[in-house]
């Protein structure tokens, strides 16, 4: 039977299919629907995991056991799982183990292009590239094969463009793959220097004779057409290639660590000139360029953004691109939503005229204007560490003017480590936890806070205000996101504390199954002033008349009564809609 899957549900499948008993994550854009997907596969434990060092730990700890096992994550989330992943490396696997990585070639939802490629180099782990859905589910299929066959973790890379993208695929039934028994190994998995030293001799051989084998393997193949062109490619970029250019001759590689270079020696003798059409980083080309093959590649494409079956018609033929359908509209920059409790924590910030160190979440759109806030954002986790870093630069008057925001599950993510390093070092810094009771940038996953786990069952809850003071911090207290007197006195008397304090912000995210929303805010147009004030809180329900005078649109209103905060002249009207 086929069906039409996303890349990350085919993902998904063929790890079922292959017969995957363990999978751990964290959720990441463009790879959260990997997890929720392999979670409604009973046959399979899965489980946000708080981050994703702990999601690669459970799935080494799995596969050492003796099953085949997963973790999946986004790009960035690889960096926090480096340290694991990189020592697997060394020590190999018991039961297959692969590692899926989405990047995100220009920029949708991150906050670098960094390239997988060049981290599996580095870590000596081997790389395979699906470039569609069916791909997606053989590729992962045939991962857990060549986990096992090379003692090896193998990183699965994929894109956002893959990620998000449907194609047919054929499902086949589970093969139920039988346990691995576990081996007492201490030279194979205690990575003590001595142990580590003769591994890393194990891994070179290993990338050795994967590159021989690499070269007559069905995952990378020649496809001949007109010889006076050929492209080396990979991934997504193997599609625009197809289309662009359907009659030139194609190296596809499904494997871009380690590369065949016998093949690709082969593939340049036949073909007269020769293109690297590769996403973000010149890591194939520059490897071509090092076997002394005359190539062409980045002088002619971009190292930046997502490329296309236009950019490459564009390089290589001349032929300049159509108008896309959306030139000459304008700009829809990305805004907090309505109703969001961000918002009224923003608007008391910006009153009080506080300087807002950001992190990884929704509220980063606070630095859009008009509300404007926001002013440094790093990665997960790093807001506390870097108003902590400002207060020991600068001392604590200083930071009397300074707060940090995070997400609660940013927050459990690694801002639970840098919270305790602020405590033990004595800094008098506040720390804003945005709590909306989800992580809602990569669309509403529970975590260890919520009561529920990946699957949805009851899960014990963590409580914020009891952890930060088992961590050390004395000066905790909850205020409803939108009670904005409340959180303005806190802030005040917070920011002006000698010691480290903790806010906790609490309101559920706007769009969360089963908020109900019973009021609405309407204008009253005799009263308004046509001021503007309201505007200013930054809603997107918000708008003016021909006349301006304030305008909601009632179709987007929540009903959570900020914009009447702003007005001191009565004009906004919250009025009961659903009876409660």
Aim: aromatic share 6%; charged share 25%.
């Amino acid at each position: 039977m086929k069906k039409l899957l996303l890349g990350n549900e085919a993902i998904a499948r063929g790890a079922y299919e292959a017969g995957v008993k363990v999978s751990a994550a964290y959720p990441g854009t463009p790879s959260t629907e990997i997890s929720e997907t392999i979670a409604k596969y009973p046959e399979v434990y899965a489980e946000w995991s708080p981050n994703e060092k702990v999601a690669a730990e459970v799935a080494i700890g799995a596969s050492i056991s003796g099953v085949r096992s997963m973790c999946c994550m986004k790009h960035v989330g690889l960096n926090v799982a480096a340290d694991p992943l990189f020592t697997c490396s060394y020590t190999g696997v018991g039961g297959g183990l692969v590692a899926v990585v989405a990047d995100d070639p220009g920029l949708y939802s991150s906050q670098n292009e960094q390239d997988t490629r060049m981290v599996g180099r580095s870590a000596m782990i081997p790389v395979i590239e699906p470039s569609d859905s069916a791909e997606a589910k053989e590729f992962m299929k045939r991962a857990f094969e060549l986990s096992e066959k090379y003692d090896t973790p193998i990183i699965l890379r994929t894109t956002t463009r893959l990620s998000h993208s449907q194609g047919a695929v054929e499902l086949e039934d589970r093969v139920e793959i039988p346990d691995k028994p576990y081996e007492k190994r201490i030279d194979k998995y205690v990575m003590m220097p001595g142990m580590a030293k003769k591994r890393h001799l194990y891994v070179e051989d290993r990338l050795n004779r994967m590159a021989e084998d690499m070269a007559t393997d069905p995952l990378n193949r020649i496809e001949y057409g007109d010889r006076k062109i050929g492209f080396i490619a990979s991934g997504i970029a193997y599609q625009y290639v197809k289309e662009a250019m359907p009659e030139a001759s194609v190296l596809k590689l499904g494997v871009v660590n380690p590369l065949p270079k016998k093949l690709i020696a082969e593939f340049a003798k036949n073909v007269e000139t020769l293109y690297v059409f590769e996403e973000l980083e010149p890591v194939v080309e520059e490897q071509v360029r090092a076997m002394g093959i005359k190539v062409i590649g980045k002088e002619i494409f971009t190292r930046q953004g997502e490329y296309s079956a236009n950019l490459l018609r564009r390089a290589v033929l001349g032929v300049e691109d159509y108008e896309a359908p959306t030139a000459g509209l304008p700009a829809r920059p990305p805004v907090l939503c309505p109703g969001c409790p961000h918002r009224s924590v923003f608007s008391v910030m910006k009153r009080l005229k506080l300087h807002v160190i950001g992190d990884i979440g929704c509220y980063t759109l606070g630095a859009v204007a008009p509300i404007s806030v926001i002013e440094t954002t790093i990665c997960m986790g790093s807001s506390i560490s870097t108003l902590h870093g400002v207060e020991k630069a600068k001392g604590k008057e200083y930071i009397k003017k300074w707060v940090c925001v995070i997400g609660d599950s940013t927050f459990l993510h690694t801002g639970v480590n840098s919270l305790i390093n602020s405590a033990y070092n004595k800094s008098s810094g506040t720390v804003v936890i945005l709590d909306n009771r989800t992580t809602g940038m990569t669309g509403h996953q529970e975590h260890a806070a919520t009561g529920k786990n990946l699957k949805g069952e009851p899960a014990p809850a963590i409580d914020l205000e009891n952890l930060c003071r088992a961590i050390g911090v004395n000066r905790v207290r909850t205020v409803g996101a939108f009670d904005r007197d409340a959180l303005t006195a806190a802030l005040k008397e917070e920011t002006q504390a000698d010691e480290l304090s903790v806010i906790i912000c609490r309101a559920p995210c706007a769009l969360l199954k089963g908020n109900v929303f019973p009021n609405k805010v309407f204008v009253n147009a005799d009263k308004c002033a046509k001021c503007g004030a309201c505007i200013t809180c930054g809603c997107p329900a918000l708008s003016k008349n021909a006349d301006k005078t304030a305008k909601i649109d009632p179709e987007m209103c929540n009903g959570c009564g900020l914009c009447a905060s702003f007005c001191k002249f009565g004009a906004m009207e919250t009025r009961e809609v659903v009876k409660k």
